[in-house]
């Protein structure tokens, strides 16, 4: 079994202290820092641009940076977030046309890939590509804010993803993202996911490491009660 993973949304960080934000959430036991990217036309919402992962790097911020790509076309900004330092990148398959093709190009690139899927969308194209994938990150909300409420239709979703990640064989992170709190990531991670996204949930309490330390509790006690 892999190591739980918590990783921070910036999107819900204080705006105007990022830095400061990622290197306190970081200090208080935050594993990845995640970072949304919206281009209001693939999802309703502008965010941050390629020069916010270079100037965490600048700031001196050395923990794996998780880009979510929720952008159209897709390969211009896998090429600016990679050279501007990020390790993981994710894309989701209705934004590009040869979906191959924008995996190969993140490996290329010298950044692990991420598949990212919207709540309603199925898991049939992760069964082709499974040999350049690095990452599964399902979206527990429909993307395009945060803050929102968990959807629990996602959570047999999860279960399947992590059948199919356990069936390859292959070393591959499920990563689930949205409404992930106090009281839904127990489920999520007995669903099967290693790897949490916690927007709101982290940044919006005056202290980030009990905070994180009552999430990873939590995951501890409810990732015994996964299904073998």
């Known amino acids: 079994m892999k190591e739980f993973w918590i990783a921070p949304s910036m999107l819900a960080a ?3 202290r990022l830095g400061e934000e990622a290197e306190r959430v970081l200090a208080a036991g935050a594993d990845v820092i995640h970072i949304d990217v919206m281009d209001n036309h693939y999802v309703p919402n502008l965010t941050m641009g390629p020069q916010f992962c270079k100037a965490l790097r600048s700031y001196g911020i050395t923990a794996p940076l998780d880009v979510h790509l929720m952008v159209t076309p897709v390969d211009p900004m896998i090429q600016a977030f990679a050279e501007a330092g990020a390790d993981y990148i994710s894309i989701h398959p209705e934004a590009t046309v040869h979906l191959d093709r924008s995996l190969q190009l993140i490996k290329d690139l ?14 049939e194209e992760c069964k082709y590509v499974f040999d350049k994938l690095d990452l599964l990150l399902l979206m527990s909300v429909n993307p395009g804010f945060g803050g929102q409420s968990f959807i629990p ?3 047999p979703k999860i279960e399947a993803a992590r059948k199919l990640i356990d069936a390859s064989g292959r070393d591959i992170r499920l990563e689930v993202d949205g409404g992930v709190n106090l009281h839904t990531i127990g489920q999520v991670a007995a669903a099967g996911a290693d790897m949490f996204v916690a927007g709101t949930a982290i940044f919006s309490q005056p202290d980030y490491r009990a905070t994180l330390h009552a999430l990873r509790s939590t995951i501890a006690d409810a990732a015994p009660r996964r299904q073998s």
């Open 110 to 123: 010298g950044c692990k890939a991420g598949l990212a899927f919207n709540p309603a969308t199925g898991l």
């Open 14 to 16: 204080d705006f105007a």
């Open 153 to 155: 239709a996602v959570l």
